[in-house]
């Protein structure tokens, strides 16, 4: 296993488009975490899946944005009507029961 | 409230030096990790270490060592002997138990130079 994977690395999008990316955990890890990062601030926890299940979602995961992990293997998060504001790294880590979390490299978008 | 605080934003330092980076935590939790991770320019976070609240042993890794103090809630991260590899930003986490999903809670990052 190669750990995390993340796709695509880098996104360019026109305001108000919808844009998805994809998030490949360690296959063994039934726990997945989607986090954003913003220039000059660490990551921010955005949602948390257990398995297939969303047992948690902060507040700065508006209603246009969404997460998906269909049979609790790959995950998705999908922004929909995209802002400039949405510009960031999307971060994606996996992890077992107390154990600490792995990190893909991340998905840098840019809303222009 | 959790949060993490690491008051240092930038520390640049010349190849051989040590350096610390100051981390302090918040929690109300009695059972909670706290971890450091390092982010190279590629993006990707490293996992360094983590440490449970019930471990309050220092720990050292070759040139790497962590000092975690619950009285004062700080988990301080000293790098001996720096080479130019060490430049990232370094990150401080905290995560809990009670909620259930162990989400991180990271500080602001520290950004090291070393210098040649």
């Known amino acids: 296993d190669t750990g995390v994977s993340q796709d695509p690395r880098h996104k360019i999008t026109k305001r108000g488009q919808n844009v998805t990316f994809r998030c490949d955990p360690i296959?063994?890890?039934?726990?997945l975490y989607w986090y954003r990062q913003t220039l000059g601030q660490g990551p921010e926890f955005l949602t948390y899946?257990?398995?297939?299940?969303?047992?948690?979602k902060s507040r700065l995961l508006s209603d246009r944005f969404s997460a998906e992990r269909p049979k609790g293997s790959f995950s998705t998060l999908e922004i929909q009507r995209t802002e400039q504001g949405d510009s960031a790294m999307y971060l994606c880590a996996s992890s077992s029961k107390n154990t600490e979390a792995f990190f893909g490299q991340g998905t840098r978008l840019t809303v222009v | 409230a959790q949060k993490v605080t690491q008051a240092q934003t930038e520390i640049s330092v010349v190849e051989k030096e040590d350096v610390t980076l100051d981390c302090v935590y918040e929690?109300?939790?009695?059972?909670?990790?706290l971890f450091w991770y390092k982010q190279p320019p590629s993006g990707e976070l490293v996992f360094l270490i983590r440490?449970?609240?019930?471990?309050?042993q220092n720990e050292i890794s070759g040139r790497y060592s962590w000092n975690f103090q619950k009285s004062t809630s700080s988990f301080n991260f000293t790098i001996t002997a720096s080479q130019v590899v060490d430049s990232a930003v370094y990150f401080c986490?905290?995560?809990?138990?009670?909620?259930?999903?162990?989400?991180?809670?990271f500080g602001t990052g520290t950004r090291l130079k070393v210098l040649a």
């Open positions: 899946f257990q398995n297939e299940a969303q047992l948690e």
């Open positions: 296959s063994e890890h039934n726990r």
């Open positions: 440490r449970n609240s019930f471990d309050e």
């Open positions: 986490a905290l995560s809990e138990s009670t909620s259930g999903t162990y989400k991180y809670i």
């Open positions: 929690t109300r939790d009695t059972t909670y990790y």
